[in-house]
């Protein structure tokens, strides 16, 4: 895997997640909200949970079908793309969104130093209208993009998003003089197998968070925490 590393100092924990409750597991996620509204999206039985302990994902309209036609999107265990999971067993999908998906990390809101997690863009062809972007705010999507690949550009060789495929990658990104806030991670595709995967995120600062947010930390997953070599 390759590491990327902006300007980050060691702190304390605020939060971590590596997506490791097996009830979050199921089938495809079928969206049952209108596709033509933004609007956020709900856990329904049997299928991958999109929401669990400190992470929720919305959904933006483009004007498709959105997540209404089922999609693998939510907590997975499936290996086919990334060969294992970067830490634990399961992390999570996101594909197909014909529309816009985030996924916040809001069991931390807050001020905080930096924010990491590992992601995993499945090798494949990607459209100009594809994008990845990680985000640092208190709003929808909050400020500019900390990290941003894009269906366009390159290095000669496909555009961002296809040059940065195929291995894990492990981000750490500085949010020191951002303000209060929390994490989210935003995606735009329009194929199933144009999928990003998503897992070992870490929230980082000298602060101590709400008490609800402590119990979310799950300090049992973090001591068993390993990186994939």
Same mark, same amino acid.
């Given at each position: 895997?390759?590491?990327?590393?902006?300007?980050?100092?060691?702190?304390?924990?605020?939060?971590?997640?590596?997506?490791?409750?097996?009830?979050?597991?199921?089938?495809?996620?079928?969206?049952?909200?209108?596709?033509?509204?933004?609007?956020? #999206?709900?856990?329904?039985?049997?299928?991958?949970?999109?929401?669990?302990?400190?992470?929720?994902?919305?959904?933006?309209?483009?004007?498709?079908?959105?997540?209404?036609?089922?999609?693998?999107?939510?907590?997975?265990?499936?290996?086919?793309?990334?060969?294992?999971?970067?830490?634990?067993?399961?992390?999570?999908?996101i594909?197909?969104?014909?529309?816009?998906?985030?996924?916040?990390?809001?069991?931390?809101?807050?001020v905080?130093?930096?924010?990491?997690?590992?992601?995993?863009?499945?090798?494949?062809?990607?459209?100009?209208?594809?994008y990845?972007?990680?985000?640092?705010?208190?709003?929808?999507?909050?400020?500019?993009? #900390?990290y941003?690949? #894009?269906?366009?550009?390159?290095?000669?060789?496909?555009?961002? !998003?296809?040059?940065?495929?195929?291995?894990?990658?492990?981000?750490?990104?500085?949010?020191?003089?951002?303000?209060?806030?929390?994490?989210?991670?935003?995606?735009?595709?329009?194929?199933?197998?144009e999928a990003i995967? !998503?897992d070992?995120?870490?929230?980082?600062g000298?602060?101590?968070?709400?008490?609800?947010?402590?119990?979310? #930390?799950g300090?049992?997953? !973090?001591?068993?925490?390993?990186?994939?070599?």
């Amino acid at each position: 895997f390759s590491s990327m590393v902006a300007g980050v100092a060691s702190a304390d924990l605020l939060y971590y997640t590596s997506f490791e409750d097996p009830n979050d597991l199921g089938g495809k996620y079928y969206d049952t909200g209108d596709a033509g509204v933004n609007h956020w #999206l709900v856990n329904n039985a049997g299928e991958a949970a999109v929401n669990g302990d400190g992470f929720s994902a919305w959904y933006g309209s483009t004007g498709g079908v959105g997540l209404t036609d089922g999609d693998f999107v939510g907590v997975s265990d499936y290996t086919g793309d990334v060969g294992s999971w970067y830490d634990g067993d399961q992390g999570y999908q996101i594909s197909d969104t014909d529309g816009t998906f985030e996924l916040h990390f809001n069991g931390y809101e807050g001020v905080a130093d930096s924010v990491s997690l590992a992601i995993f863009i499945a090798d494949t062809g990607y459209e100009a209208a594809d994008y990845l972007s990680i985000h640092w705010g208190d709003g929808d999507l909050g400020g500019g993009p #900390l990290y941003e690949l #894009l269906g366009t550009g390159g290095d000669g060789n496909g555009s961002d !998003i296809e040059d940065a495929s195929g291995e894990w990658m492990f981000l750490e990104l500085d949010v020191s003089e951002l303000g209060a806030g929390h994490l989210h991670v935003r995606v735009e595709t329009n194929s199933g197998s144009e999928a990003i995967y !998503i897992d070992s995120v870490s929230i980082m600062g000298g602060v101590i968070p709400a008490p609800g947010a402590l119990a979310l #930390l799950g300090f049992a997953g !973090i001591a068993s925490r390993r990186r994939r070599q």
